[in-house]
């Protein structure tokens, strides 16, 4: 089917939105997933996609896990705190 | 401090009892992180200040838990805990350790970290205390070439932890290691790659007496018991009032259901009315044990007061079956988990989430049939308002018959 959404593009939607909030917002793998079955609509995207989506992300090291609190998803960065 | 004394934790290091100051202490022997760590203690204890940054981006490549982020505020005065990172890793589980799996461990540890440990932490797991960033990825490395994986952290399924069970205890109602190993096995996305609004504990506890307190601190606590009746060897109850047990005062006066009577040669359950607390059981282990049937009443929702109060599980299934493959266990979390993810807020924990939102609208929401078991408090009112579940217009109905 060529309108069946593949890994890659939800990552690339995923990463896409990280980067976009970055700075201005912490995001959770559950808002990554709200977001991205809303843009796509329920019927192409599902949560099984986009676990396969954030696995993909966090894999590759495009994405990385941070903690403040509660678990967000990342772009790579050096942390203030650690020094050079 | 930075020159070396540290008067006011030699204080704690004075009593008769093992302090935590004389490990670290040991440890600076031959660690120079130790050392500094003392230091930095020190200088807390005199300014009255923690010196520590919780969090941050540390992991292992593909794990968003077992890495707990530390820096020191002050690199400048104790360089060696500037970077100061907890790991946690997976305990084998109830406990049970080879000697060289402790060594190998320590090795490990030792070569790339601070040296120190806690075993356990209040999850479970073993905690390895203090290294920096660029040592992570080679003992993670090392670990798993020795068959040890990291346990959770952050917002995700925190490492499954059970009492000894069936291994060294004869109340165990259900086999708690072999759940827990398959828990763990079973959910090692939701272990290692955290997706929740926060995070959720698994504790498995063979009896009622729940040695590992899952009742206070685990999200679900599956705490062994049992549907049929206790078994009573009524020559062995004989024996211990000869013995000079004082039955009726001891063990039926301190029944929270006050559901047992003795009149000096036969002690007499109503079943019915029993709570099921093991306090009999304990008293007289030799004359009482749990009944046939076994399994284990799942509960829901306790935590620690870390961001509300301190809350402890309710009941939502009263008995359950705990056999593999744990499908009914399993679809029972997965429904859980879809809603609280779906409608839990950030840092709400799943017992806070049923708070607010009500016990009922939760129950109807997972399709669990509200039962008088679910109470707050033993001999309490339901949660559940019955006449909620009255379709609209049924009472019309009925005043039209009358």
């Given amino acids: 089917m060529a309108d069946e959404l593949t890994v890659e593009q939800v990552a ?73 | 401090m930075a020159n070396g004394q540290t008067p006011k934790l030699d204080k704690l290091d004075k009593g008769p009892w093992p302090s935590f100051v004389r490990e670290i202490k040991r440890a600076a022997e031959k660690s120079p992180m130790s050392k500094d760590l003392l230091g930095l203690l020190e200088l807390s204890y005199t300014e009255k200040i923690g ?210 009577d003795w009149d000096g040669q036969k002690l007499d359950i109503d079943n019915r009315s029993c709570t099921r607390c093991m306090h009999c059981i304990n008293a007289m282990p030799k004359a009482l044990r749990p009944g046939k049937d076994r399994g284990a009443c799942i509960m829901l929702g306790s935590k620690a007061p870390i961001v509300e109060g301190a809350q402890l599980s309710s009941v939502l299934i009263p008995f359950m079956k705990m056999e593999p493959p744990y499908q009914e266990l399993k679809d029972l979390c997965e429904k859980i988990w879809d809603l609280w993810c779906e409608e839990g807020k950030s840092r709400e924990r799943v017992g806070e989430f049923i708070k607010r939102v009500g016990m009922g609208n939760f129950l109807e929401a997972i399709d669990i049939e509200p039962s008088p078991y679910q109470v707050a408090y033993p001999r309490d009112n339901p949660y559940i308002f019955y006449e909620e579940y009255f379709e609209e217009g049924d009472d019309e109905e009925e005043a039209g018959e009358e």
């Fill in chain 2, 51 to 260: 010196h520590w940054k919780h969090g941050g981006i540390v992991g292992v490549l593909g794990y968003g838990g077992g890495v707990i982020g530390r820096y020191t505020d002050v690199p400048d005065k104790f360089p060696n805990v500037e970077h100061f990172h907890t790991m946690r890793i997976n305990m084998p589980t109830g406990w049970f350790y080879t000697s060289k799996a402790l060594r190998t461990i320590c090795d490990i540890w030792e070569k790339h970290g601070s040296g120190l440990t806690n075993m356990h932490g209040s999850t479970g797991d073993i905690v390895l205390l203090g290294t920096r960033t660029e040592e992570l990825e080679p003992i993670f490395s090392e670990l798993t070439k020795e068959g040890f994986d990291l346990g959770g952290s952050g917002s995700d399924v925190r490492t499954p932890s059970a009492c000894v069970g069936p291994a060294r205890c004869e109340w165990a109602c259900y086999d708690t290691l072999a759940l827990c190993y398959d828990l763990t096995m079973t959910y090692q996305d939701e272990l290692h790659r955290p997706a929740f609004p926060y995070k959720f504990k698994f504790k498995c506890a063979g009896c009622p007496n729940d040695c590992v307190a899952s009742v206070a601190r685990a999200d679900m606590s599956i705490i062994g018991t049992w549907r049929d009746d206790i078994q009573v060897d009524q020559s062995a109850v004989k024996e211990y009032s000869d013995k000079g047990l004082n039955i009726q005062k001891d063990v039926c006066g301190n029944c929270p259901a006050k559901c047992m």
């Fill in chain 1, 12 to 84: 690339d939607a995923m990463y896409n939105m990280i980067k976009s909030a970055m700075g201005e917002k912490k995001l959770k793998p559950m808002d990554l997933q709200k977001a991205m079955i809303e843009h796509f609509g329920a019927d192409r995207c599902d949560k099984k996609l986009c676990k396969e989506a954030i696995k993909s992300l966090i894999d590759s090291s495009r994405c990385v896990y941070t903690y403040f609190g509660g678990s967000f998803i990342e772009i790579p960065h050096e942390e203030g705190a650690a020094k050079g």
